[in-house]
């Protein structure tokens, strides 16, 4: 039972030495990581060893952000909207109490992958008083249009009273994208299509056909909540059963200091049952530690930033090794990695491999098969451009700033004033004022339209 990733490299041995470069499935009893720039092989990396879990009879569930992992002829792909809905406000048993407050621990997650900012105490209360003023009078699971309209009731009765007019706009114009349009298909549902199917062979969740980031992110939220819970009712076992890859996961676990989201939880508990996670990101230093730190397998593709390449090497060779493995990670070709398994028979070195055996070919030319994406009724102007192109943690950061009402100080933010300066120079979109960021008028456009505020 071992997962085959490639052939080993040697200085002066060409890629087709019969060296394969293996490692046992438990490897995965303590998650993975695929690292590398983009472009370096990540996510081929990742289907290569998807295709051999597969083939060990190990289930895998795919939170696929770009559409790419529909390679594989045997499977499923859940596509949002077709056939796949979810229910963000159910819950299971019968406790109204407890059932809520998972509720608003979901939406805890999601505020602060998405947003880098929890919900506040008093956008928790109100979630926490509608949700449970509505389960005590109705059985059938609460829509989220539903929950919209009654936080504004909310909002519109004191609206006198300090601080709430805001709180409770910031939860509508936030969660009013998912009661409207095209996802209201996905997420406005009393219906939830989840369930133990996800342990059973390859699972795709096509987060693709989704039109914004922050709906891929509560999806991915959404599903790996349901996992979590449903891989805690598993009996304890050694034996490995479902594998998470999640694709771009510095948008799903970035690193936010002392916070611990849905797959930190996955990563830290669900060990034990048999359920393992594998994280791929273009940035390490984007990640959530408590991942990486949790990580047995580490496969690194070429890395340029000194700051990614440090962290990785810290996990993956000795400190006085380290300044000898900084050329390695830089000059990797495409397809080649860095690989920590932490193997004796390699003396618990990192060895260098070219990802990928004859038998992989299939999988690495592979081209997606195509997914009809809905057009739905965005209105795709000059301002939903800009939007699309900017990436997602300058957006998280534009929610941030959007959603303190402006009085938001540079520490604040787990990002370093000189790349917010960077941010400033690049996108035009915030400015820099000693301690203080501040929105352009630019900058609470481009937030107005990613909020959807009218
Ligand atoms: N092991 C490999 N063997 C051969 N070609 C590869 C290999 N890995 C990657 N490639 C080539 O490089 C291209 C980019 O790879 P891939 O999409 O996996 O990179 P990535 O790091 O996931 O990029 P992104 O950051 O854009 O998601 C692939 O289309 C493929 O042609
Ligand atoms: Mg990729």
């Not at 939170?63 to 499977?75: L, Q, S, T, Y």
């Not at 406000?89 to 880098?116: H, K, M, P, Q, R």
């Not at 397998?297 to 090497?313: A, F, G, Q, W, Y």
């Amino acid at each position: 039972m071992s997962v085959r990733l490639g052939f080993r490299l040697r200085d002066n041995v060409p890629y087709f030495s019969s060296d394969v470069f293996c490692f046992p499935l438990d490897c995965f009893g303590r998650h993975a990581c695929v690292f590398g720039r983009t472009g370096s092989g990540k996510s081929t990396t990742a289907k290569i060893v998807l295709y051999e879990l597969l083939r060990n009879g190990v289930s895998v569930l795919v939170f696929d952000r770009v559409g790419e992992f529909n390679v594989f002829d045997c499977g499923r792909v859940l596509v949002p909207g077709e056939g796949f809905r979810v229910a963000p406000l159910a819950f299971e048993g019968d406790d109204v109490v407890s059932g809520v407050e998972s509720i608003v621990s979901l939406f805890n997650n999601f505020f602060f992958t998405t947003y880098f900012c929890p919900l506040s105490p008093l956008q928790a209360r109100v979630l926490r008083d509608v949700l449970e003023g509505y389960y005590y009078r109705f059985s059938e699971i609460m829509k989220v249009s539903r929950l919209v309209e009654e936080i504004k009731v909310v909002q519109s009765r004191y609206s006198r009273v300090k601080g709430w007019v805001e709180g409770c706009e910031a939860l509508v114009s936030r969660l009013y994208p998912f009661s409207k349009g095209v996802l209201a298909k996905v997420f406005d549902s009393s219906e939830d299509s989840l369930d133990r199917v996800l342990f059973d062979g390859l699972t795709i969740v096509d987060l693709s056909v989704l039109p914004t980031d922050e709906a891929k992110n509560f999806l991915t939220n959404i599903v790996c909540d349901r996992v979590y819970r449903l891989g805690k009712r598993l009996e304890p076992s050694n034996r490995l059963k479902l594998v998470i890859v999640v694709d771009e996961a510095h948008n799903v676990a970035p690193y936010i200091p002392n916070y611990i989201g849905v797959l930190e939880k996955i990563a830290i508990e669900l060990r034990k049952y048999g359920i393992s996670l594998i994280t791929v990101s273009t940035r390490p230093t984007l990640v959530s530690k408590n991942i990486i730190a949790n990580s047995n397998l580490i496969i690194s593709h070429s890395l340029t930033s000194n700051e990614d390449i440090r962290l990785v090497l810290n996990y993956m060779v000795n400190e006085l090794e380290q300044e000898s493995f900084i050329p390695v990670l830089r000059t990797l070709n495409v397809g080649e990695a860095l690989v920590q398994a932490n193997l004796p028979e390699y003396g618990c070195r990192a060895i260098k491999v070219k990802v990928g055996l004859p038998e992989h070919e299939h999988v690495i030319s592979a081209r997606p098969r195509y997914i009809q994406k809905e057009e739905g009724e965005k209105v795709y102007d000059e301002l939903s451009k800009v939007c699309d192109q900017i990436p997602a943690y300058v957006k998280r950061i534009l929610y941030t700033i959007a959603c303190s009402g402006e009085n938001l100080t540079v520490k604040s933010l787990p990002i370093s004033k000189r790349k917010l300066k960077e941010i400033a120079y690049t996108y035009n979109i915030i400015e820099v004022r000693g301690d203080k960021i501040i929105l352009t008028e630019y900058g609470s456009k481009i937030a107005r339209r990613l909020l959807a505020i009218k």
